[in-house]
């Protein structure tokens, strides 16, 4: 059974960093696409990043770009986003999802096969 768990949310002031991680399990995902989504209390879920399944195309909102890094490592199966410079309007749950084999990047929900539950992020002003 495919499983992404996220961690490293948690609460920081404006301006710090957090770096989240999704271990995946069940399967290899080095094939796959793989990206970031956040939803916030009362909106719809958006697109944040995205990391082809080698790594060398990535993809960002224009909101966390030159703030927000995304990369994977293959050998063990995860992904992770590093966030710096945070705002109070990153506050969110962070998901990550994994995409169709050997499809590329992509900003849609509807590209992505598996999710994990997600992970909270409070920006605190």
């Known amino acids: 059974q495919v499983q992404l768990v996220e961690s490293g949310g948690g609460l920081v002031q404006a301006g710090g960093s957090l770096r989240l991680s999704c271990a995946a399990s069940?399967?290899?995902?080095?094939?796959?696409?793989m990206g970031w989504f956040r939803q916030a209390p009362g909106k719809e879920r958006e697109f944040v990043a995205a990391i082809s399944w080698r790594g060398g195309s990535t993809d960002y909102v224009d909101s966390v770009k030159g703030r927000f890094t995304i990369s994977r490592d293959n050998t063990k199966n995860t992904v992770y986003l590093q966030m710096n410079s945070l705002k109070p309007e990153d506050t969110a749950v962070y998901h990550c999802?994994?995409?169709?084999?050997?499809?590329?990047?992509?900003?849609?929900?509807?590209?992505?096969?598996?999710w994990g539950q997600g992970t909270q992020v409070t920006v605190s002003s």
């Open positions: 999802a994994v995409g169709i084999v050997g499809s590329g990047t992509s900003r849609y929900t509807e590209a992505y096969r598996y």
């Open positions: 069940g399967r290899t995902f080095s094939g796959y696409p």
